[in-house]
């Protein structure tokens, strides 16, 4: 499915990560950004590699070598091409699935490469030029954090996986080893991904 296909798509942004150090199963909760009173909301679960990668992001820790998505993120810029954004697209089999939204190589607009939200700049092109690559929502959201990028998910998907109460449904037998609160983590520069009723297979 790819962007012009989902007739709606709502701005998300990060409002908690918790990380359990006795699980291979670490979660996120994402809520919609759009100056709701009630914001929609709804956990993610993602593996180990993706929650540290996200730990470091919103903690501004360097590492001394890239890492596997500071190297994705380095790679796209030398390509020529930029991160516009990532869109959680669709649900199937209680798997979510995610888009990376690109430049195309070269194409105007494109800031200097590096890591960071200073990585963006101009305004996005139409979407007939942008160049969409399927991606594990984990892995998206990891780089799009890292890039400063939109992220977005389709209404329909949303409105399956919506919970009013996201911040309060990890279950009673999961001890919780790490709390992290990134919302000292501002919007994009330019422009201001999990779960069902059934865990979502996203590791």
């Known amino acids: 499915m790819s962007s012009s296909e989902t007739h709606s798509l709502v701005p998300l942004r990060l409002v908690r990560v918790v990380v359990r150090e006795t699980s291979s199963q670490q979660w996120i909760f994402l809520e919609e950004d759009n100056g709701s009173e009630e914001p929609r909301g709804f956990p993610i679960v993602i593996g ?75 305004s996005d092109p139409d979407d007939t030029d942008e160049i969409l690559v399927d991606a594990r929502p984990s892995d998206a959201l990891a780089l799009a954090l890292r890039a400063g990028a939109r992220i977005r998910i389709a209404e329909s998907v949303l409105e399956q996986v919506r919970t009013d109460k996201s911040q309060d449904i990890l279950p009673d037998d999961a001890p919780l080893e790490i709390d992290i609160d990134p919302s000292e983590l501002g919007p994009p520069e330019e422009e201001t991904g999990e779960e069902s009723d059934e865990e979502p297979d996203e590791l």
Do not use: K
């Open 48 to 122: 180990s590699g993706e929650a540290t990668e996200i730990h470091r992001v919103v903690n501004d820790i360097p590492s001394e070598r890239p890492m596997t998505h500071q190297l994705t993120l380095s790679a796209i810029h030398a390509l020529g091409s930029r991160l516009l954004g990532v869109d959680v697209v669709d649900l199937r089999a209680n798997t979510f699935y995610a888009q990376l939204r690109l430049t195309p190589p070269g194409s105007s607009g494109l800031g200097s490469s590096g890591l960071g939200s200073s990585g963006l700049g101009g």
